[in-house]
């Protein structure tokens, strides 16, 4: 009897013990830039809302008007004729970290993750899988990636699109978490 | 006894481990919900260029882009075929439109019409947006002085170029109804120092409609009529009707207007020719938009 109780007593504290951490920031970084034959395009939103959690899941929330081009006109367009920002304001990634088990938040380090989820981007949903890292350093998180994205996956159309627009963007992420 | 026991540790146990495993998804679709009530969010792209067709719209150049503007007008349509219906002939006006902020800009321009040359500067004053303390129409407020230094006929007249100089006030209330609708009201004053017949009033005043309705991302329909409270004689009021095509960094208009000159105190109070005489003119504007200045990436 008192054996029993013991064990589960141990069990409720194990749970307290492996409690879920909640990582979160509302300035993450996102960039995207693609390489084309006349000119180079890069924007930059630096007020992405992203939370982490040790239990592997991960998100990050992005505003599409959000992102700023060193071309003001450039920017118009891009919100205006490719991402119809006005019927989709957000772009959202929800998504999991694969090898969970690789990661230690409670120790500094530099780990290499997969992270496989959903970009919901214009209105559409593709699956993603990107490679990136988790640094921990003195208790704080940070996660960097780097993956492709087509734009024809998301319905994103525009008759510049593969002659003076890239067919494919570089999306990199680069968050540090409170 | 046993049995409770084991029961409701176990009930306890579960409840703490539901209690600790939050769905993050869920939490933070929360979280946007409450922050989306609470954002500001600012109309863009009311108009596609700075001016409608003749006349200008609220948006003023962004910040560090120089627009170069070639207005053309052919001669009137009316004119026959010995005149190519206009196309023989041409007026013309270049200008210069620059962004020194996003929300001022300034602009010089030269036209062939009485060989005018004109400056104005442009402010945003309000802009339309949506969702918290929201603003239902956007105002810019235009002012620009206009010179005509064209000789005079007759050289006895001694006229100095304050006498040549008309001023320019205007507000611009404008409304993006919809992503591909949207209309502007323009309140104007126009004071000319020296008035052609000495009936003539100095102050001009007149209200102009002005509206774009896009037809597809890049292909849009505009018209702009100007009413005249009070005006010189012989004189009628502007109408035009066009279409606006977008390529890149390019805008063309293609337009037919009853007005010649392409400066405010010209084509709302120097109107001389009348539709219904087909005294129309085949116009197209063409705007090209280099960068100067970039942006900054990071705010």
Not at chain 1, 7 to 13: F, K, N, Q, R, V
Not at chain 1, 82 to 99: C, E, H, L, T
């Amino acid at each position: 009897m008192k054996q029993l109780l013991f064990a589960l007593l141990l069990l409720c504290t194990n749970t307290v013990v492996s409690a879920q951490k909640i990582y979160q920031t509302k300035s993450g970084k996102i960039s995207f830039y693609s390489a084309a034959l006349l000119e180079n395009i890069e924007a930059i939103n630096n007020q992405v809302d992203s939370k982490l959690s040790n239990n592997g899941q991960l998100i990050f929330m992005v505003a599409i008007k959000g992102f700023r081009f060193e071309n003001a006109t450039m920017q118009e367009h891009f919100n205006e004729n490719y991402m119809d920002s006005d019927k989709y304001p957000k772009a959202v990634f929800q998504g999991r970290i694969s090898n969970l088990a690789d990661v230690n938040f409670g120790k500094d380090g530099n780990y290499k993750t997969t992270v496989t989820g959903v970009l919901d981007m214009h209105g559409v949903k593709q699956p993603v899988t990107a490679l990136g890292t988790i640094e921990v350093k003195a208790g704080k998180v940070s996660t960097k990636s780097s993956f492709k994205a087509k734009l024809a996956d998301y319905n994103i159309k525009g008759t510049l699109i593969g002659d003076k627009i890239a067919k494919e963007l570089t999306i990199t992420v680069d968050c540090k978490y409170d | 006894m046993k049995k409770i026991i084991t029961a409701t540790t176990a009930l306890f146990c579960m409840n703490i481990l539901s209690a600790q495993e939050v769905d993050l998804f869920k939490i933070m679709n929360e979280e946007s919900v409450k922050k989306d009530s609470l954002k500001k969010e600012y109309v863009e792209a009311t108009f596609k260029s700075t001016h409608l067709i003749n006349g200008h719209t609220i948006e003023t150049t962004k910040a560090g882009l120089l627009d170069f503007r070639i207005s053309h007008r052919f001669g009137l349509i009316n004119q026959g075929s010995y005149q190519f219906f206009g196309l023989d002939n041409a007026t013309e006006r270049l200008g210069l439109d620059y962004g020194i902020t996003n929300n001022l800009g300034i602009g010089i321009g030269r036209s062939t019409f009485q060989k005018q040359m004109d400056g104005f500067i442009k402010l945003k004053l309000l802009k339309q947006s949506t969702g918290y303390h929201a603003s239902p129409i956007s105002i810019t407020g235009l002012s620009a002085v206009v010179i005509k230094t064209l000789k005079d006929a007759d050289p006895n007249l001694k006229r100095t170029t304050s006498d040549k100089t008309s001023y320019v006030y205007q507000l611009i209330i404008a409304r993006k109804f919809s992503p591909t609708t949207s209309v502007q009201l323009l309140p104007t004053f126009v004071h000319y120092n020296l008035v052609p017949q000495a009936n003539d009033p100095n102050d001009l005043y007149s209200l102009g409609i002005g509206a774009r309705q896009k037809v597809s991302k890049r292909l849009s329909i505009t018209a702009e009529y100007y009413y005249q409270f009070n005006q010189f004689s012989g004189f009628y009021n502007s109408l035009a009707l066009g279409v606006d095509i977008e390529t890149g960094g390019h805008v063309f208009q293609l337009h037919f207007t009853n007005s010649t000159g392409m400066t405010e105190s010209t084509f709302i109070n120097q109107t001389s020719g009348r539709w219904l005489d087909g005294d129309v003119h085949f116009g197209f504007n063409i705007s090209r938009v280099f960068k100067i200045k970039k942006q900054k990436l990071t705010p």
